[in-house]
């Protein structure tokens, strides 16, 4: 190309940027001012809100959040039902006689042995094999008949086969004891060490007495989260939650499914940060000013410190302490923080970061400028050289 013939597309491509200014260059999202302007009411069809974070608004998040396993927490009092005999259990039934025995030595019944002679006579007694709870909740019981075993305890149970004995043998004695425990039982899945079905005792085990048995969880308790299925009913909470709140380990019963999933939290970035990424919080608890330092902090060259927004889906809760209208169960909510102001950077560290938090870092006002310049010197940059070469 001529020099004079590239001076020429180096006039027309000038005048084209000077007629369409900066707006046609590029960049990395919206500045201070066009975020501010967006959530005016005509530009902001999601109605969200726009809250400087200072020493006043902090304290909206000073209110715990909701317990999402409150919902199970009234089921019942501390277990107190995890001893009773269910439909599939494998129950061990040993019966003593006194004197003249329905289950005596040449009788078809096994496994009987006798004792000496007491105030009574002699005493046996016989072991009678492994016997199922069926699916109407009963047993069966030589010369006692069919018993309604479930929902009662062993004792119970006990007592109901030496009345139905009791017309028929000299005081009999009976033991009770569950040998496969089925229908007692919770199941523990997922992101565990040991995963499987495990019983329920009078130790009244509860939700993090359950992980444990079940080995623990296979990733650190950070990225671990919890849910808990209860007759069609869920609730899940991070594991690091549920350690540090004892309110959420509620005692489990029967039937209970704990399902463990690895699910790290994270935040996203945008905008002129030193790297666009999605990051992993790592950590129990993460504040925004850590958040920020994981990002690298606002670019030199593009950001605007006056501009860190946070973008999230608020709980009603918490923009009720904001003075927002709580209406859903998720408000739009865009938290915006001040870097040039030094209380700023207190406020940043009591402020808790959230799963799925968006942080935004807005560009400079000046950034298309230094842009325009730079595209402009390397227009010229080589029609100088072009000159000069032609001299």
Known sequence: MKFSS???????????????GCAALPASGPT????????????????????PLDANSIQAFDIAAPSPMSVFADARAQGEDNGLIGVGDMLNIAIFEAGNSLFAPGSTASNTASAPAGPTGAVSNINLPPE????QGYVSVPYAGR???AGVTPDQLAERIESALSGQSQNPQVIVTIAKNLSNTVIVSGDLKSPGRFPLTLANEQLLDMIAIAGGPAHDDQDESVELTRAGQSAKVPLSDLEGDATQNVYLLPGDHIQLSYDPRSFTVFGAAEKVDQITFAAPRL????ALARTGGPSNYQADPNGIFLFRFERPAVAARLGLPASGAKIPVIYQLDMMQPASYFVAQEFPMQDQDVLYIANAKTDKVSKFLGLISELVAPAATGASVSR
């Open 132 to 135: 199922g709870v069926d699916a």
């Open 6 to 20: 590239y001076r020429g597309y180096l006039l027309l491509t000038l005048g084209t940027l000077a007629l369409t």
């Open 32 to 51: 201070e001012s066009q975020v501010l302007d967006g959530g005016q009411t005509p530009k902001n069809p999601m109605g969200f809100h726009i809250i």
């Open 287 to 290: 504040s925004l000013a850590e």
């Open 147 to 149: 018993i309604q075993a």
